[in-house]
C-alpha cells in the first residue's frame, strides 16, 4: 500500500463541510427512491421523524429503496443487543466502504494491515463465519487473525487464551469489553505472565472507566474504544492521546438529542441518533440506537463523542422520575466494595420496579454480611429508602443473545 493511500485511510477524512455534501446527497435519494421518507420532500433533517428498531422493522418494505434492482444487495441482521435482531439491506458500496474505516481505525492503534491481529468475539454468527469453515480458516490465515470464542469462558479456556496471546504475539486485540475485562481480572488473580500486545482495541459493549483502568494494568497497553453498530457500521473510535472518540463523519451524521427529540448541548447527556451516509439500498436517516452519550461539536474541527453512557435500558429511574446511570452502580459494586476483597465475581443489577431492585452475583468467596449491608445502603441512597433490594447468588449470569453483557438493566416498561 502506497504512503499517499495509507495517509488518507488513517486520515479523521473529513471536516464539515464534506459531511453535508454527504447528507445532502443521502436526504435526497431518501426523498426521491425510499416510499418511506417521500412525503417529508424539501424537509430539513430536524423535521424528519427518528426511526425506532421497532420501526425498522415494521415498515421494512417501505423503507427500502426502490432502486434495489439496479444494486448489488444484501439482508444483513442487527446484533440482537435490545432483544431480536432487526433485519435490513445493505448494498456492496457500503460494505466496502465499512472496510475502510474499519482499517482507519485499526490504524489509529498502530495497527497495519498484515500484523498479527487477535479478535475476542462473542457473536456467534460471526464466530462460525469467520472459523466455521475451511475458506474462513483460510481467509484468517491469510489476513494472520485468530478469533477466540468468549462465549462460556471457562477457567481452563482463559488459560488458553493467555497461552495464545503469548505465544501469537498479536499487535491489536479486538475484544468484546466485558470478556475483555473478565480476562484481565482473571490473568491478575491466577498471576499470569502476560507478554503484552502492542494495543488493545474494546468493540463492543460499554467500556467503563474502571474496566479499561484494569485492562491496562494488566496488558501493559494502551486501550482504545470503538463504537458501532451492525445497522449503520463504524460510528466513532478513540485515537492515540485523545480518550474522545472521532465521529467517522465519512460514514454517519450523529445527534444525541433529549427526551423531547431536541439537540443535546456540548457536554450534555442524551440518546444517540445516527444517519448512515453511505448505505443508499436502505437509507437509515435519525435511527436512535438505545444508547446515551455526550457530544462535542466545538472542541475539535471534528465532532466527537466525549463519553458514552450506555444503553438507555442500562438507566434505572427512581419512583419520583430521577435517572440513575450504570455507572454509579457498577462502580459501587464492581470497584468500591471489589477492592481487596475478591469475593464478587460478575453481578448484575435489575430493577423490576420503581422500589425493588434484584441484585445477582456470581460468588468467587465468602461474603461479609457488612458488604451486603453497603451495597443495600449505597443501592437505598440513590433509589429511595423505600427501594427493596433483593440479593441473589447464583451460578450463572448469561449474556444478551449479540454475546455483550449487561451490567445493569431496567425492566420497567
Known sequence: MTDPIREIFKSFYLKTPFQGVSLEKMLQHAFEHVPFYKPYKGSNIADLPFLSREMLKNEFDNLKSDDLQSRNWFYKFSGGSTGEPVRLVQDTDYKKHQRVVTYRQKSWCGYEFGEPLIHLWGSMRDVKESSGSLAGKMINYLKNLKVLNVFMMTEERMHEYIRIINRFRPKLIVAYAQP????????????????????????AGTLYPFMKQKIEEVFLVPVYN????REVGNIACSAANHEELRISTDNVFVEVVNEHGEACKDGEEGEVAVTGLVNFA??????????????NRSKYDFPVLEKLSGRVTDVLKTDDGALIPAEYFIHIIGVVMNKGNSWIGRFQVIQKAPEKVEVNIIRIGEPDETDLKLIRENIRRVMGYGCKVNFNFVEEIPELKSGKYSYVINEMK
Open 226 to 229: 470503538r463504537y458501532g453498530t
Open 282 to 295: 436502505m437509507p437509515l436517516i435519525r435511527y436512535k440506537l438505545g444508547d446515551r452519550a455526550v457530544m
Open 180 to 203: 475483555a475485562y473478565e480476562l484481565a481480572l482473571f490473568a491478575e488473580r491466577e498471576n499470569l505472565e502476560i507478554r503484552p500486545p502492542a494495543a488493545f482495541m474494546s468493540s
